[in-house]
């Protein structure tokens, strides 16, 4: 041997670690130290061997006693000894084992290397994600709580610092609705902490209209295009859309919609040119039979020998443009087309909505807050006041009463949600019980005329798809003097304890072979008297706040006439009437026809992002906002979530029976009380103002307002402080009087 020091041959290339380690791995090496004599199996060394290289130092040939020249077999221990004690030495040291100007040997041992280049990349992969680091503080605070569950504090923890979740699949499935029919359920599976799961599922209503005496090709149309639209959409879900959303957080609302939008636009588009091309063939294909069959010439104008015969003429010939008359009747605009499978992108909106509230264990309604004031979270959110639907005396009722498809109460807003259901309730049960009721005897006879109307005993066929009980009356009075005497009865005042509001689905009583509206059965109204109708109506029942499509959409001038007659009075409220929410956001105008407020779905392509903006367009146009159900509902009670969110005006869900709308009214139940014990539930001062200046048994004390109780019944005393009070009426006395000096 030369005398110089050897760097032993399986010295690794070491990855020196940080002070608080090192301090650790210094208490390690004096152990080690310790029990070194003991270390290892006992085998006998030579001279030379790995005992000598450990013992002698740099640039000498002097050797600790230890493990200089051929020793017994006690040499090989302490010499293995004295390695380990040097590795962990230049551990803690931040040392190196090599002295200047000396390098390991390049001769890595195959089996030996492989496990420490491992350990020394998993290493260095946990310290670039900062592992240690977390652990040592996460072990810290455990320790600091000592929690009776410790791994169940730990894995809480450790999913705190696992990746947000990210959709990984959605899935589009064909279900049924309340009544039976075709619709859509959208699935929103997410990668949660490397695994993927189904977080929430949501169903969508579709557009159709429900009919109760449908004619059959009008039916057999209808369930085609039902069962197409639902197919297109789940293809559109579990082919394109699943792969546009992949990797995309459902907290991210915003682009998901944006995602979805550009989706939609896309299908339009191609729809649109596969339309083109579909006309350009059918052109091309026909060019010979155009000739061979011309369309018959107009017919001469009609010479006006007075007033009544060329009305009757204008009512036969409304659509000819030539047509000489007065006021002839506007035809009916085209149906605004609904691309098949457009529901698709409402389903999904709302499924990655409600899938961020329950990764986030929030309800949706405080997600859509946020949407909506993203700002800053709203300190108090308002239940809105309920329009229930009782009875219904439409078109497709039994009776010759065809203006009132819905007769609609509204309980006092003072009244919880789960208060003012009871007291529907009951004036519901009392309906029944009149409907059960037999017929009086009949005593004269002589007026036989009238006693063959079905109209003197009340009929129920069915409960009506809307939850309402269908009855037969022949006069518009009839339903209205029905509840106004369940309530006496009941120890309720109308226009006090609750309001009325009326849905007439004018666009359904128009017949168009007479220009007029069928109100009654036999009866016909001209679009002027039907102004003077409702004008007369409001008159003798001043509880009515609301009357919901007073008119077709194409009678703007009537629409302004009720609106400056009755505005003032009662809410003038556009449902059907009303274009699309996506037609509204486009234009930007929600004044035409000319009303209070609108009646807003959630149907077909419109989206989270949508809803948002369609409500903050109609406050800033100091409209009032419903938010409705459609006509065939599913069980999905995320509707009620969406109204509370987006703080609307009224909901309305339908009557109380029927399982699909029963289902959102105990949602609102639980949102209620949620508020309730958060402490976050809000009051509509708006509300509160006009119910307070339609009540008339209202006192304004020293105290502020007070509403009396009745004996046993109605609402509890309200009373709300003095500034409070001056404030709210100086407030609707303006809102009053300058709608009084604009309109």
């Known amino acids: 041997m030369d005398g110089q020091a050897r760097v032993p041959s399986r010295a690794p290339g070491l990855t020196l670690p940080r002070f608080h380690e090192r301090r650790y791995l210094r208490s390690l090496f004096s152990y080690l130290e310790n029990v070194g004599d003991s270390d290892g199996p006992r085998r006998r060394g030579r001279c030379g061997g790995p005992g000598r290289a450990l013992g002698e130092q740099e640039g000498g040939g002097r050797a600790s006693g230890r493990s200089s020249g051929c020793r017994s077999s006690r040499g090989w221990t302490l010499a293995r000894s004295g390695w380990t004690g040097l590795w962990l030495r230049c551990l803690a040291t931040g040392r190196t084992p090599a002295g200047p100007g000396r390098a390991p040997p390049q001769r890595p041992s195959p089996t030996m290397g492989q496990?420490?280049?491992?350990?020394?990349?998993?290493?260095?992969?946990?310290?670039?994600?900062?592992?240690?680091?977390?652990?040592?503080?996460?072990?810290?605070?455990?320790?600091?709580?000592?929690?009776?569950?410790?791994?169940?504090?730990?894995?809480?923890?450790?999913?705190?610092?696992?990746?947000?979740?990210?959709?990984?699949?959605?899935?589009?499935?064909?279900?049924?609705?309340?009544?039976?029919?075709?619709?859509?359920?959208?699935?929103?599976?997410?990668?949660?902490?490397?695994?993927?799961?189904?977080?929430?599922?949501?169903?969508?209503?579709?557009?159709?209209?429900?009919?109760?005496?449908?004619?059959?090709?009008?039916?057999?149309?209808?369930?085609?295009?039902?069962?197409?639209?639902?197919?297109?959409?789940?293809?559109?879900?579990?082919?394109?859309?699943?792969?546009?959303?992949?990797?995309?957080?459902?907290?991210?609302?915003?682009?998901?919609?944006?995602?979805?939008?550009?989706?939609?636009?896309?299908?339009?588009?191609?729809?649109?040119?596969?339309?083109?091309?579909?006309?350009?063939?059918?052109?091309?294909?026909?060019?010979?039979?155009?000739?061979?069959?011309?369309?018959?010439?107009?017919?001469?104008?009609?010479?006006?020998?007075?007033?009544?015969?060329?009305?009757?003429?204008?009512?036969?010939?409304?659509?000819?443009?030539?047509?000489?008359?007065?006021?002839?009747?506007?035809?009916?605009?085209?149906?605004?087309?609904?691309?098949?499978?457009?529901?698709?992108?409402?389903?999904?909106?709302?499924?990655?909505?409600?899938?961020?509230?329950?990764?986030?264990?929030?309800?949706?309604?405080?997600?859509?807050?946020?949407?909506?004031?993203?700002?800053?979270?709203?300190?108090?959110?308002?239940?809105?006041?309920?329009?229930?639907?009782?009875?219904?005396?439409?078109?497709?009722?039994?009776?010759?009463?065809n203006l009132m498809k819905e007769v609609i109460c509204v309980p006092h807003p003072g009244l919880t949600v789960k208060q003012g259901v009871e007291m529907l309730m009951e004036i519901q049960k009392q309906i029944k019980k009149i409907i059960e009721m037999p017929p009086p005897p009949k005593t004269e006879p002589k007026k036989g005329h009238n006693g063959g109307k079905r109209g003197q005993q009340l009929i129920t066929g069915k409960m009506s798809h809307l939850g309402c009980l269908t009855i037969t009356y022949d006069t518009i009075e009839q339903p209205l003097l029905l509840i106004q005497g369940i309530c006496e009865n009941l120890g309720l005042e109308l226009g006090t304890d609750l309001h009325l509001a009326i849905n007439c689905a004018a666009h359904e009583l128009m017949d168009y072979s007479k220009g007029e509206y069928e109100v009654m059965t036999g009866t016909h109204k001209t679009a002027a008297e039907m102004v003077d109708l409702y004008v007369d109506l409001i008159g003798k029942f001043p509880s009515i706040i609301a009357i919901i499509d007073p008119f077709r959409k194409e009678d703007a001038e009537q629409w302004d006439s009720i609106y400056n007659a009755l505005g003032s009075r009662c809410y003038i409220i556009a449902g059907s009437a009303s274009k699309s929410i996506s037609k509204l956001l486009e234009d930007g105008n929600i004044s035409i026809p000319k009303s209070s407020g609108l009646i807003i779905k959630h149907t077909n392509q419109t989206t989270m992002s949508d809803l948002v903006e369609i409500t903050n367009l109609i406050d800033s146009k100091k409209h009032i906002a419903i938010f409705g159900s459609a006509e065939g509902e599913s069980s999905d009670s995320s509707l009620a979530d969406l109204a509370v969110g987006l703080g609307v005006r009224f909901i309305k869900l339908g009557g109380l029976s029927r399982g699909e709308r029963v289902t959102k009214y105990n949602r609102l139940f639980t949102i209620e009380e949620e508020l309730v014990q958060n402490g976050t539930l809000g009051m509509c001062a708006f509300l509160l103002c006009f119910h307070l200046a339609m009540n008339k048994r209202t006192k304004i004390g020293r105290r502020g307002i007070?509403?009396?109780?009745?004996?046993?019944?109605?609402?509890?005393?309200?009373?709300?402080?003095?500034?409070?009070?001056?404030?709210?009426?100086?407030?609707?006395?303006?809102?009053?009087?300058?709608?009084?000096?604009?309109?």
Not at 129 to 151: C, S, W
Not at 338 to 367: D, H, Q, R
Request: aromatic share 6%.
């Open 115 to 401: 496990p420490r280049r491992r350990a020394r990349e998993a290493a260095e992969y946990y310290r670039e994600l900062g592992v240690p680091r977390g652990l040592e503080e996460m072990l810290n605070a455990t320790f600091h709580l000592q929690p009776a569950d410790v791994y169940g504090h730990l894995a809480n923890c450790l999913s705190k610092l696992a990746k947000p979740p990210t959709i990984c699949r959605v899935v589009g499935k064909k279900v049924l609705d309340g009544l039976g029919l075709p619709t859509l359920q959208v699935e929103i599976f997410c990668t949660v902490q490397n695994f993927p799961k189904n977080i929430c599922s949501v169903v969508i209503a579709t557009h159709f209209e429900v009919h109760e005496n449908p004619y059959p090709e009008l039916a057999e149309a209808e369930e085609v295009g039902r069962s197409d639209a639902v197919s297109t959409a789940v293809q559109w879900v579990n082919e394109t859309i699943t792969q546009e959303l992949q990797g995309i957080a459902p907290s991210n609302q915003a682009h998901v919609d944006q995602v979805l939008r550009t989706f939609f636009e896309n299908k339009v588009q191609e729809d649109k040119e596969r339309k083109e091309l579909e006309k350009s063939l059918e052109e091309s294909t026909v060019p010979v039979p155009l000739p061979l069959i011309p369309p018959p010439p107009p017919p001469p104008p009609a010479k006006k020998k007075g007033q009544k015969q060329g009305l009757q003429e204008s009512f036969v010939n409304i659509f000819p443009p030539g047509s000489l008359t007065e006021k002839p009747i506007i035809p009916p605009e085209s149906v605004e087309p609904v691309l098949s499978g457009s529901m698709a992108i409402g389903a999904v909106s709302l499924a990655v909505a409600k899938t961020s509230a329950v990764l986030g264990s929030n309800p949706l309604y405080i997600n859509i807050a946020l949407l909506k004031h993203p700002q800053e979270q709203p300190t108090k959110l308002t239940i809105p006041s309920l329009m229930v639907s009782l009875v219904s005396c439409g078109k497709s009722s039994p009776g010759k009463l």
């Open 706 to 743: 007070e509403i009396p109780r009745q004996e046993g019944k109605g609402i509890q005393r309200l009373q709300i402080s003095a500034d409070k009070t001056r404030m709210a009426l100086a407030t609707m006395y303006i809102v009053f009087l300058m709608d009084y000096l604009f309109t």
